[in-house]
DNA sequence: GAGCATTTGGCAACCGGTTGTCACAGACGT
DNA sequence: ACGTCTGTGACAACCGGTTGCCAAATGCTC
């Protein structure tokens, strides 16, 4: 038995208890391979100029010649910096917010940071629940959702880095589009075809852009003259288009916004299903101009955001953040361009 | 000077070089609260039964009352388990790759791990740097690209738990869907239009599951006696399908199938620019199923495999193997349903 | 109530880096 | 020649957990 446990103790050590991560070297190899201490080797490989330019050539060779990689969990721990940011999305499926992921996501990597992805689907619940579980291992966080009050997400900001798209928490950085120029686009676009009475099927009540349009719809009524409404839908999807159908023919409207292209979309699902032409009967725009937009007959029009860039941008701005320690004062919010296909029309002369 | 240092080192410590993290319970802390040993904590609370039922319940009150969340980063350093797992895509935005991000998020998620997502996009080096980069910190990696070389992929399975989707590396545990079967299901769906010479636009060479797909028409093709040919793309996109559709147009086919739905969709366009009417002059079919197959006009004919499922399979292969330090063995392909739509018809009566 | 087996909890080492402090060496000035 | 200054590298403590080992405490049997 006796010498049965010390075989096994020995050198084959079958499971390899010694050897927990795969044969990874450490910065102590490369020290005994270069005859230096192994701090010498922390500071030669990530505080440049702190050693001299003989040592610090001698010990890059050892590194490469072991084909060492840091354990960033070791960096880590004293150091509480992950090199991970969080992106949190209420449905990665929705098409807007996987190009925002995109973006984010080389922005992240050509900065050396990894991303991780946190879908919140359900819940607000889940949602801060989810972000409770990743604050200890990571530098930042992105919030691409809207699920959270403005509170809450204040309150996150306050213990971790924090940059916000699409919605703008008081004293919290934000990346966000032109609202309102996105709207005057589109709502030109459409006084420019006739239509003095416009109905915007909202996103959800708690969406601070679905607000921020809306609003800026009020304002170009004002401008323009015209009817508008507000119309609820129970999602920014697809179904939530079907939903709010009835509600728009009901209205009367003879020109229909949707919060994303995704209600649009289920509008004109609807309005093809009840036989009702687009565009010659009624209008049908959207905002984000997904995949999609275009294969749909009539192609959609829509304001196109560059999500890409939006999601670059609010990693760009964590990373700042994260680099002075104080938030960054926000940018202007992003450009955004109009995209007329066929959707849009003519008002008809007579409404239905 | 020394006076000075002193009252440096004293109480105020500026900006906290004592708390690196924001203030974040301890085991120590809970250690201290409950008067026990940290290591105590430390079994109490990740090894269920090894301290009495009542120091447990104590050392949870405590850790409940300062509201400890245990750090990853701590306890990966000396355990190796990070629980984080990989998830390795060519493409974000091909909506393919979304959905199996999302069942593998779902099923990590329950699993209380953590997804972390790598783009790779272009070249094949990017994607092993990428994978290079991420080893350290991930405990398992889903490899859902195309772009590596199968002996590649062998030697980092060899590292690292590894499950491939949609490709079957030698020695490597992989979820791939039923090719065989979701290939029958659409010739036989073409043969009963009464088609009988069909145009396969293929993924990328190195695509494994491009291949399979093209072994199983051939396969068909001796069965039903019909005419097949293999038209390359230069990439499994909507470009690749507008840089094949002159090459389908040559072949003079009555079908074709795309490696995917976005070639199809690709194929479709070019057809509508050119006049060419689907299906009545030729039947077009895709494979996946993506959003936006059944936007277009005609809609398309595809097969769809379950993503989300063969994702969240991945993820629980790539556990159970990390569980048990050996890989499990393959489950079966995963099934697949022909959708018929319209953008397959009855075979034109004479060819084009 | 003694003797023994089994729990239970503490000690201390360790995972792989980072960093404050300090001693020593060489360069330099006078 | 000496003292000083600057630059370099080593020592050791630390980040926050985990775990092998051991001794004390407990439970059990007879």
Do not use: C
């Not at 006796?2 to 490369?30: C, H, L, M, Q, V």
């Not at 050892?62 to 060492?68: C, G, K, R, S």
């Not at 969406?207 to 009020?218: G, H």
């Not at 196109?304 to 999601?311: K, V, Y």
């Amino acid at each position: 038995m006796t010498t049965n446990e010390t075989a096994d103790a020995a050198e084959p050590a079958s499971d390899a208890p010694k050897r927990p991560r795969s044969g990874r070297a450490t910065i102590y190899d490369i020290a005994e391979l270069a005859g230096v201490n192994p701090s010498t080797v922390s500071r030669a490989l990530s505080r440049p100029g702190r050693v001299s330019a003989k040592t610090e050539e001698k010990i890059r060779r050892a590194a490469a010649e072991l084909n060492f990689r840091i354990n960033p969990m070791a960096r880590a721990l004293p150091t509480g910096r992950t090199m991970t940011l969080a992106v949190v999305v209420a449905d990665i499926t929705n098409p807007v917010v996987f190009r925002t992921i995109r973006g984010a996501e080389r922005a992240a990597a050509s900065s050396n940071y990894t991303l991780v992805i946190a879908e919140s689907q359900e819940s607000g619940s889940a949602e801060a629940s989810a972000i409770e579980r990743l604050l200890p291992s990571v530098d930042g966080i992105v919030l691409a959702t809207t699920r959270l009050a403005p509170e809450v997400i204040a309150d996150i900001a306050g213990r971790v880095p924090l940059v916000a798209i699409n919605s703008r928490p008081p004293g919290v950085s934000s990346v966000v589009t032109d609202a309102a120029d996105a709207v005057s686009q589109l709502i030109g676009h459409l006084v420019a075809l006739g239509h003095t009475s416009i109905g915007y099927v909202a996103g959800p009540p708690t969406s601070w852009s679905s607000a921020q349009r809306w609003e800026a719809l009020l304002a170009e009524s004002e401008r323009h003259g015209l009817a508008v409404v507000e119309i609820p839908s129970g999602s920014p999807t697809i179904e939530g288009g079907h939903a709010a159908y009835r509600r728009v023919i009901a209205s009367r409207v003879t020109a229909v916004v949707g919060f994303n292209d995704l209600i649009a979309i289920g509008i004109m699902q609807e309005a093809a299903a009840a036989g009702v032409r687009v565009p010659d009967e009624l209008s049908v725009a959207g905002f984000d101009d997904i995949f999609g937009s275009e294969l749909i007959v009539p192609a959609l029009t829509t304001v196109r955001a560059d999500l890409d860039r939006a999601g670059a941008q609010a990693v760009e701005s964590l990373l700042a953040q994260i680099q002075d320690g104080r938030p960054r004062e926000d940018a202007e919010p992003m450009p955004t361009e109009l995209i007329v296909r066929g959707s849009t029309g003519p008002a008809s002369a007579r409404p239905l």
